[in-house]
Structures are given as C-alpha cells and as structure tokens.
C-alpha cells in the first residue's frame, strides 16, 4: 500500500478476495490469526476500534457483533465497496472508508475528532511499502493505555532472501489463484519495534503462531501499548 503498483494490484484482487474470503473469511484466519489476535485485543462493547487495511470487512464485522463501534479503512476503493455491501447488516456500527495507510493527513482524519481505545491490522503491515507514518499515526489517535495489536509475517522466518536485517521487498501470492501477486515488504523485528517505542507504545503483549510446520512461525502478533503517562498525550 502507498505505491501506484500497490493500488493497482489491490484493485485487481479486490473481487477474487472478496469471493476467496466471504463472509466468514478463511481457515487461516479463522483459526490462527484470530485466535491471539483476540486474545490481546479483547474487544469490549462500547470499544472505539481502528481498523487497518480492514480488506472486506471480516473482522471487522467480527468486532461488530462483539459490541464494538468501528472505524475501518482500506487502500482499494474496491475492497471498500465489497466491504459495504457485505457487512450491510453492521452500517450502524462500522465506517468504511478509503484511505491510504502511508498517509499521515489522511490516517489523522479517520479519528473525527474522537479518540480510538483500540486499533488493529490483520495481516498487512508486511504490505505495506511505509508504515512509519501508521504507526506515528496510530499513536496519536489513541487514548492513553489504548492499545494496538497487529498480526503480520513473523520476519525471522518469512522473509525472502538471507539477508534478515536488510529491508527489502518481494512479491508473492497470498490467496492461491488471486489474478496478480502482491508487493510484500520484509522489516526486521528492530525496525518494527523501533517504530513503536520512537511513538511511545510499550510492548506488552506478542504471540508467535505456526500453520503447519512444527516449531516454525509464520506469524508474530504484537500487543503496544500506549502509556497513561505518554509525551504524546
């Protein structure tokens, strides 16, 4: 996200994901990124969430049923579309919106002037091209002690070269069969971590998740925190 290339290649893929992931999303989802996700994130009713590059609207909606009130966003106009039309039923408690996640302005203007206690990204921080405006975005429109959990590729293991510390870009395929492969964005647990303490969050929560392979993650989900005392209040 934030590249031309980027919104091209979300624009061709929008309608094959939002048929692949429907309206239950799919079983990696479902069954190893939710799972921890939730456990961090432990969505109240009344809860003021972000969504980050919220695709379709899957757990978006998820949140939805669970009380929250949401605010989710996406790079492709199309996934917006698709988003609307299937979480129809949650209108009332989740605004879509077009935004581009490398754009502090815009990213700023999702909050209204309200404050969010929560955000979240599944599985798109290693999509996209600059998250350093995201995260410095992030921790401005959260309250103090709000938190933001995000699920991304676990950079120790997933990357594509052997060249862990170097940040690099590659292209794969997320969803067998999607028209074009995607733009990742490989970062090291440094860089990524970095970006939240330079912002004032605090870690206190991380869960490493495997698919199939015994003892190898392929996920890191990550819990940072905002201080009630942070210099960003």
């Known amino acids: 996200m ?3 290339e980027d919104k091209v290649i979300w624009e ?42 919220c695709g379709t609207g899957n757990f978006s909606a998820r949140m939805a049923e669970l009380g929250a009130e949401v605010v989710a966003f996406d790079f ?14 949650f209108l009332d408690r989740i605004t879509f919106a077009v ?8 990213l700023m203007k999702l ?16 999509d996209i091209a600059n998250i350093e405006p995201l995260f410095r ?4 429109m959260l309250d103090p002690n709000g938190i933001f959990v995000f699920a991304t590729h676990h950079p120790c293991f997933q ?3 052997d060249k862990y510390l170097t940040s690099c870009s590659h292209q794969g395929e997320a969803l067998k069969g999607q028209p074009v492969v995607q733009n990742y964005y490989h970062r090291s647990l440094q860089e990524i971590f970095n970006l939240c303490f330079t912002n004032g969050l605090v870690i206190d929560g991380f869960y490493e998740e495997k698919d199939t392979e015994d003892e190898i993650p392929v996920i890191m989900i990550v819990r940072a925190r905002k201080p009630a005392l942070n210099r960003l209040n």
Request: aromatic share 6%.
């Open 12 to 53: 061709t893929n929008a309608d094959f994901w939002d048929t692949y992931m429907g309206d239950d999303s799919n079983v990696f989802h479902r069954e190893i990124v939710r799972p921890p996700v939730e456990k961090l994130l432990q969505v109240q009713p009344g809860d003021h969430i972000l969504d980050i590059a």
């Open 76 to 89: 492709s106009e199309k996934m917006i579309a698709h988003a609307r039309e299937r979480r129809r039923v």
């Open 111 to 126: 909050a209204n002037n309200k404050r969010f206690n929560k955000a979240v990204s599944l599985m798109a921080i290693m």
């Open 99 to 106: 935004c581009d996640a490398t754009d502090y302005d815009g």
């Open 137 to 140: 975005a992030v921790a401005q």
């Open 2 to 4: 934030g590249t031309a």
């Open 159 to 161: 990357r594509p070269t």
